[in-house]
Each structure stands twice: as C-alpha cells, then as structure tokens.
C-alpha cells in the first residue's frame, strides 16, 4: 500500500507562518496529482491546494497569495507553505495524493490516498 506521512503541523500566532510536508512511500509508480485538504470541526472537508505532477496548481481562493504549494517529484513530496496565517485557517490540514502503482499482473492503477490529518491552530 501507499502511506502519506504528513509533518509541520502545529500552533501559531496569528500572521505566523508553518510549512507542512507530506511524503508519499510503498509501492509507488507514478505520484500524480496531489493536494492539501483542510477540515474544520463541524465542516466539511475542503480543498486547499492542488498542484499536478508537472506543476500545475489551483488554489482556494480564502488561500490565494498566502499560501503556496509545491512538490519534489523525486521525493514523492508534497509542501504547503502558510503565511498570513489567520485564525480562519485552523483546521486539521489532510494530505491527498493520487498514486499509480503496478500490480503483481503487471497493470498500473491509480488510487486516492489520504494522510492521518495534522492539526493546525491559528491562536494568540
């Protein structure tokens, strides 16, 4: 199987800044797209960030100009960097992957992954 190992996750003054990673790892052929999701309690889950093998990235637009998004294709990795943080953004933050792997058949497929979550507090 696929494991997403989130980290950078914490609390934060306002206005702060934290960066999270998520590493994809197993059996991995191919990290496709992947994403940032945040769920606040009571919410439903939204999307953050999203950013494609080659680069292409979409953003919420609460997100736009503070936060950014990138991933090492080599690494398996995927980096939310929080700036402006506000307390608007608390909420556990979920790394979201699209991985294609080979089968013992020898066929490829693609399945969505979700880390565990890692709690961000925005709080003085």
């Known amino acids: 199987q696929v494991q997403l190992v989130e980290s950078g996750g914490g609390l934060v003054q306002p206005g702060g800044s934290l960066r999270l990673s998520c590493a994809a790892s197993?059996?991995?052929?191919?990290?496709?797209?992947m994403a940032w999701y945040c769920q606040a309690p009571g919410k439903e889950r939204k999307l953050v960030a999203r950013?494609?093998?080659?680069?292409?990235?979409n953003y919420a637009d609460s997100v736009k100009g503070r936060f950014t998004i990138s991933r090492d294709n080599a690494k398996n990795t995927v980096y939310l960097q929080m700036d402006s943080l506000t307390p608007d953004d608390t909420a556990v933050y979920y790394c979201?992957?699209?991985?294609?792997?080979?089968?013992?058949?020898?066929?490829?497929?693609?399945?969505?992954?979700w880390g565990r979550g890692t709690q961000v507090t925005v709080s003085s």
């Open positions: 197993g059996r991995i052929f191919v990290t496709n797209d």
């Open positions: 979201n992957a699209d991985v294609s792997s080979t089968t013992n058949s020898g066929r490829v497929v693609t399945n969505t992954y």
């Open positions: 950013i494609t093998r080659g680069g292409s990235i």
